[in-house]
């Protein structure tokens, strides 16, 4: 198998695995515990949180622990919705962010919020001149993500950051598909709060974090016992969370390494493909991009097709987000930016992992040329065209 959807999930580091073990039999303590087994447990998450803060450039008391990035979008927004409903309820976002942003979004224009959706360039980027014309004097938070999940192309923080400070207002960055993988100091990008999952950067599933500027007023996610803070009521996810911070610490050591690796990677695949297969098109920004993200269009192609007979081939790939897998419309983020209807259709998102080799490439080039050609032999369109 070849696995090429690291956006949608990534396999757990073994030295995570082993670094968890204990925590689910030897050291199950809670670390609400006043006894030293239990307490010890509450010392290690000080240490995860220190590791966290650090690669950030935050401080320990600023990281919360949470299930992942979905929870951590929805109380970013509706904590902020719920503790600022007095100075105002406008909420700026993007047309392409994630839907835990989008559906919140939703949700709380259902109750009497307003949210004004900025709509993005062909690459994917929004305005910063946009960005100022949209702010109102009830504006109370931003909302853009880091890095878009389907196209990878990394937003203009830093400007935003500075844009939201300089009219007082909240800056929240969906940072799942970035974190671990481009440096990131929220106080040099004057990001106020920001989101991140542990699965997505070799971490176990089902923990993540938000990040809480200190000073911020937000309402409680969570009610019940005193857990983060008081902030987010439960038991810990002591094992989740001890992953997260071993699969942090790995991350940090490679992150400039890796970059290198998955940028050489990417752009050898897509010369190959650009340059050897016709009617493609590259989606979103050709230089602002994550590093392993790679999504591309080929006319005359079904795109659920192409990833079928991938899958066959023993290729993981994905055509967008892993969160809206089945949808039989094309892809919004790519209708955002202005992809033709005949090209989104056959999109496939290919986003690669340290795990992935040069190798590799060479030999999902040769499948993905032989799958896209022998599906255009199916294409009228196709086919007439070669005709003439």
Known sequence: MIYLDHAATTPVHPEVIEEMMPYFNEKFGNPSGIYEFASENKEKLQKVRNVIAESIGASADEIY??????????????????????KGKHIITSSIEHHAILNTCEFLEKHGYEVTYLEVDDSGMISPEQLKKSIRTDTILISIMFANNEIGTIEPIREIGEIAAEHNIYFHTDAVQAYMHVPINVNDMKIDMMSASSHKFGGPKGVGFLYIRDGIDIANFMYGGGQESGKRAGTENVAGIVGMGKAVELAVKSMNKDIIYLRNMR????????????YVRLNGSRTERLPGNLNISFKYIEGESLLIMLDMEG???????????????????????????????????????????MDDMD???????????????????YVNLKIK
Request: include cysteine; proline fraction near 2%; hydrophobic fraction near 35%.
């Open 315 to 357: 290729i993981c790939a994905s055509a967008g987000s892993a969160c809206t897998a089945g949808s039989k419309e094309s892809s919004y983020v790519l209708k955002a930016i202005g992809v033709p209807e005949d090209f989104a259709k056959g999109s496939l998102r290919i986003t690669l992992g340290t795990d992935n080799t």
């Open 65 to 86: 622990f949470t299930s992942g990035g979905t929870e951590s979008d929805n109380w970013a927004v509706r904590g902020i919705a719920e503790s600022m409903k007095d």
């Open 267 to 278: 752009e050898y695949l897509y010369y190959r493909i650009t340059s050897e297969i016709p």
């Open 363 to 381: 030999i999902v080039f040769e499948k993905i040329n032989y799958i896209v050609n022998t599906l255009r032999e199916f294409s009228d369109e």
